[in-house]
């Protein structure tokens, strides 16, 4: 039973280990992460993915590049394609690739995005992950995963004495 539990608290304790640093680590070089909750990205940014954004400056930005930005006078963040440039009013056009009307074409967003509400470009994503970031830094998750783990290593050193025992 004590290598059961001592290899269980292994595992969680090198995942937990794994999460920080998928989680938190890409802060340490300048990147943002945040979880896709819309399908209008699919199939480049599916639902659930966590993607990773970088911050850019507005001369950066190509018309066909997606982009992670504030939706104006609100704190909502999305993700959309860049069609257009307005460099004269500081603005970009986007739209969803995968928001279609009836005939299939893309419909374009209806506020232009400022440049000064542009977070950054998304350089990589990892699908699904995105589902398991929302579970365990939910104020729910983050108690589960420390009282878990503090179980896990109280049954374990509960067997280790019990071994010193017998």
Known sequence: MKKVTSVILNIIIFVEVILIIIFIGPNLFGL?????????????????????VKKVKPEEINVNDAI???????????????????????????????????NGEVIHDAEAVNFSSVIGKPIFCIKYLGYINRLITSTPGIY???????????INYILEKRMEVE
């Open 32 to 52: 943002k992460t945040f979880v896709v909750t819309s399908g209008s990205m699919e199939p480049l940014y599916p639902v659930g993915s966590l993607i990773y």
């Open 68 to 102: 992670t930005f504030y939706i104006k006078d609100t704190d909502i963040i999305a993700t959309h394609q860049v069609y257009e440039i307005d460099e004269e009013n500081k603005q970009l056009r986007t739209q969803g690739i995968n928001n279609k009307d009836e």
């Open 144 to 154: 589960f995963v420390f009282f878990a783990t503090i179980i896990i290593i109280l």
